[in-house]
């Protein structure tokens, strides 16, 4: 059974930072890509990091420059480094993986950014 795990969500101040992680198991292969969503009360689900099995990256235009995500192939484990955070950032966090046989969620992690 593939699962993913996130971890590292919580309450900070506005400019701080958080390290989300997201570790699978249950699968003995590589996602192609992983990637990080998040989802705000009353708001559509959105692409907020992505990166592929190679490396390559895009990041939802909100966060360039502030957010930085990186993966651990031989681990199956996508990172999110999350600085200079605003309010605009709450949400709940979830973590992706696309494979051939389909995708697959986590639970999601809550962060909350106060002013």
């Known amino acids: 059974q593939v699962q993913l795990v996130e971890s590292g969500g919580g309450l900070v101040q506005t400019g701080g930072s958080l390290r989300l992680s997201c570790a699978a198991s249950g699968i003995g292969f590589s996602f192609n890509a992983m990637g990080w969503y998040r989802q705000a009360p009353g708001k559509q689900r959105e692409l907020v990091a992505r990166i592929t099995k190679g490396g390559s990256t895009n990041y939802a235009e909100s966060v360039k420059g502030r957010f930085t995500i990186s993966r651990d192939n031989a681990k199956n484990t996508v990172y999110l480094q999350m600085n200079s955070l605003k309010p605009d950032d709450t949400a709940v966090y979830y973590c992706?993986?696309?494979?051939?046989?389909?995708?697959?969620w986590g639970q999601g992690t809550q962060v909350t950014v106060s002013s």
């Open positions: 992706n993986g696309a494979s051939d046989i389909g995708g697959f």
